[in-house]
């Protein structure tokens, strides 16, 4: 069949075909009829009708679509920002997705800028890159509970700009591996902010991504969810010594409230450094994770003995100490020793004094300041004066609570608590100390430096380290550094809690012993303090010597920079008073001896004045406090001695202690007995 033979039978219906046949097919039998013999009518419905209609509207229907869905050249009014929703929680989740705003239409200049995502994700968390980097901290025995980690971590960019470069600094004294973990919203890369805050590899830093997916889009219960959750990763698998933090506004409301949690829960050291504490702080990069670890533990009280007549010195040292910077802990709790007869001028200023200081955060309003009024009229005597002072202070806990003693006569520097609490961390909490045990030794940290020997006669030269050359050849001029020195001091001193309960139990078996024996031993009744010291000195010194205390004083450029003892409106102890007030300092027989020695007394006695320069600028060998092993160490009396001699020296003592005082024969000197922790039991015999 030809093609249009073809074409011609598709568009017409077969009824129609049927009757073109017939008109050119031969009629049988000659006959002349045009109907065949036999016939039949047409069946229906015909299918090419059918197909012929489905395809004009299968036309018609493309046609339309085309029509409707022609695409619309510039903006469109009804396209609105797209809304994040995710009805399969259980299906695998990308990483942080970046979140495309529409932009702008060009038509319309005056459009509002997009706004930030709608923050109402609050499904499950996860953390996408944080197990690779823990998982790559073994090294740094993170599985130990304790080890050498110590951990930074912010959510703000602002909080994490003020925290990195303390980190990069603590990072460079090697002493820790410092960490840094981000828990930010923001997209920004680790490289990033890196680069913004001028962090290279010499700061030594471990970053951690612990960012939650979806972290944009996120409510604020589920970031802090997932903060708690990072800090509880982290923990597993470091186990950070220390936790250091933005404390301040600028650091997002839902990440403090996350680690304050993790901090309840684990009871880890978190560590809020307040609003510029940078540079006041700067000090704390020099600690080790165990000194770091025992941050928050660790508690300091302030003892003032105030003396008759004495209002013009307690008002400047009240003064100095609110005007002290405590920054780096929460403020301590201050007493006062009044005694019967208050001077007026110290009634008026009591009435006004505030302690915490005004300048303080004290959210609750709580008073830390406790008054102590004597009531008997009388004079004390120097046992009853040494019990009284000592009954003023109890340690609840002997390994961190301690007690700071301050003279009237003494002022304090601002920066005076810093190194207080930078000089108690390093060398009573840091593993070297514990390690090499120099922490049983130290009885106390004074924060002035003595120019006379305890008796009052003798100046005192404080020793000094020689001074090399790039040759290596020594100079006469030497170091100021710090010295370890028998001698306990009254001014401004820091006792340690275990060594001040067991001075509280040498002080009561000594007066038992010193009234139950007839006559009374030399060693009680030997006066070797000088009477411009309080009574209970000679105890503490007495306690030293058949110890083998030691103190640690400040070397003299350091010394200038914490504290003063004023000399003008010095005052005796209440119990030397009668005696000693009716003596004429020089008599008038005097020999030339006894008016030089007076002349040096009250040149000895002028104070140092304070200067102002920071605490780090101050302290010698770049901010770093040198190990108590090599420190000077010094006797009672002035002399310098060494380690081996000074325990020589402290057994011989103790040995005459526990035959003259104690009561001990000779066997039971000889014998070892068990030393109890806390208590000078084993000095005595006679009062077990």
């Keep these: 069949m030809s093609t249009w033979g073809k074409m011609r039978g598709f568009f017409l219906s077969d009824e129609e075909l049927g009757k073109k046949d017939d008109d050119h097919k031969p009629f049988k039998n000659g006959a002349g009829s045009r109907h065949p013999t036999n016939w039949h009518p047409a069946r229906g419905p015909a299918r090419r009708s059918l197909k012929r209609i489905g395809l004009v509207f299968a036309v018609a229907l493309v046609v339309y679509l085309f029509i409707r869905n022609i695409p619309v050249l510039g903006p469109d009014a009804r396209m609105r920002r797209p809304s994040y929703t995710y009805p399969d929680l259980a299906a695998p989740a990308p990483k942080r997705p970046a979140y495309n705003r529409p932009q702008s ?17 609050n499904g499950p968390v996860r953390f996408l890159e944080l197990a690779q980097t823990l998982h790559a901290i073994s090294g740094t025995r993170g599985s130990m509970v304790i080890n050498r980690n110590v951990l930074f971590a912010a959510s703000s960019l602002k909080s994490a700009a003020t925290l990195l470069p303390i980190a990069c600094q603590m990072g460079t004294e090697l ?42 889009i996120s409510t604020d219960d589920r970031m802090e969810n997932a903060v708690f959750r990072a800090f509880h990763h982290i923990f597993n698998y470091m186990h950070p010594q220390a936790i250091f933090i933005d404390g301040s506004s600028d650091e997002e409301p839902f990440f403090l409230r996350g680690a304050q949690q993790h901090e309840n829960v684990k009871k880890n050291t978190l560590i809020e450094l307040p609003r510029k504490s940078a540079k006041k702080l700067e000090w704390l990069t020099k600690l080790d994770s165990q000194a ?20 013009g010195s307690l008002i400047r040292l009240l003064r100095s100490l609110s005007d002290a910077d405590y920054t780096s802990s929460s403020v301590p709790h201050l007493t006062i020793e009044l005694p019967h007869d208050i001077d007026p001028p110290t009634k008026r200023f009591l009435e006004t004094f ?9 959210p609750t ?14 004079k ?81 030269s404080p020793p000094s380290l020689l001074k090399t050359t790039d040759s290596g050849h020594a100079v006469e001029d030497g170091v100021s550094t710090s010295f370890l020195w028998q001698a306990p001091t009254s001014n401004a001193v820091l006792f340690l809690g275990d060594k001040w309960m067991e001075l509280h139990d040498f002080v009561s078996r000594s007066l038992e012993a010193k009234q139950e024996l007839n006559p009374v031993p030399e060693l009680l009744s030997e006066k070797v303090v000088s009477t411009q010291h309080p009574s209970w000195l ?39 008073a009668s005696r000693e007030d009716s003596k004429p300092l020089l008599a008038d027989d005097a020999s030339e001896e006894e008016i030089e020695n007076i002349r040096q007394k009250i040149r000895g006695g002028t104070e140092i004045p304070l200067s102002s320069v920071s605490l780090l600028d101050g302290l010698p060998n770049d901010g770093n406090l040198r190990p108590l092993g090599d420190l000077p160490i010094i006797t009672w009396d002035g002399e310098p001695t060494t380690f081996e001699d000074l325990t020589s020296l402290a057994l011989d003592y103790s040995t005459e202690f526990k035959e003259g005082v104690g009561g001990c024969n000779v066997e039971a000197v000889e014998t ?7 208590s000078a039991q084993d000095l005595f015999c006679a009062t077990d």
Aim: hydrophobic fraction near 35%; charged fraction near 25%; glycine fraction near 4%.
């Design 105 to 121: 239409a060009p038509s319309k200049p005056l459009a509002r800028p997009p706004t930030i995502p709608e923050r109402t994700f």
């Design 175 to 216: 002493k820790n591996y410092v960490h840094f973990a981000l828990m930010t919203r923001s997209e920004i890369e680790i490289r990033e902010l890196r680069k913004i805050n001028g962090i290279d590899d010499s700061c030594q830093i471990i970053f951690h991504d612990a960012r939650p997916d979806y972290a944009e």
């Design 292 to 311: 770091l670890r025992m941050w928050n533990k660790n508690h300091i009280d302030i003892l003032i003995h105030a003396v008759p007549g004495g209002s």
């Design 354 to 362: 505030t302690w915490p200081p005004a300048h303080v955060h004290n």
């Design 365 to 378: 309003n709580a008073r830390y300041l406790s008054l102590r009024h004597r009531i008997p009229h009388r």
């Design 380 to 460: 004390l005597s120097e046992e009853e004066s040494s019990a009284r002072f000592l009954e003023s202070f109890w340690p609840a806990q002997p390994a961190h609570s301690h007690i700071l003693v301050l003279s009237p006569q003494v002022e304090l520097s601002p920066d005076f608590y810093h190194y207080l609490k930078y000089s108690l961390l390093e060398y009573r909490y840091s593993a070297i100390s514990t390690h090499q045990h120099w922490d049983r030794r130290l009885f106390g940290i004074s924060l002035e430096q003595p120019l006379r020997l305890l008796d009052g006669k003798k100046s005192f």
């Design 538 to 576: 000679e105890h503490a010194l007495r306690l030293a010597r058949a110890r083998g205390y030691w103190l640690l004083y400040p070397g003299e450029d350091t010394a200038k920079n914490i504290a003063t003892v004023h000399s003008e409106l010095s005052r005796m102890p209440e119990e030397y």
């Design 672 to 678: 070892e007995k068990q030393r109890e922790p806390l």
